[in-house]
């Protein structure tokens, strides 16, 4: 093989493996993002349950509401795309 060839075929060859590589972290970031919405939504629920002013139940509850929809529009938007909880 010509070294001119086996330079070309080198150098795709570590395109692909960088793109492979990028396809992993972008499906990792979309289950972590999905977990990260879902623990501020606990967290949330928790200061909700713990609140004694009607004030701050009321925010808390709008930010366990606020999350809980983002937890939901990221599962439908990367539905079948993240990989799989460990």
């Known amino acids: 093989m010509l070294p001119v060839y086996r330079i070309n075929w080198l150098k795709a060859r570590a395109r692909r493996d ?18 990260w919405f879902q623990y501020q939504k606990e967290i949330w629920e928790t200061r909700a349950l713990q609140s004694t002013e009607p004030g ?10 606020l999350w809980s929809d983002f937890t939901k529009k990221a599962g439908l938007m990367f539905q079948g795309k993240q990989m799989e909880c460990i």
Do not use: G, N
Not at 19 to 35: D, G, K, N, Q, Y
Not at 56 to 65: F, G, M, N, R
């Open 18 to 35: 960088r793109w492979r590589e990028e396809v992993s972290w972008v499906r990792h970031e979309m289950l972590w993002t999905t977990l």
């Open 56 to 65: 701050k139940e009321a925010y808390a509850s709008k930010q366990v509401e």
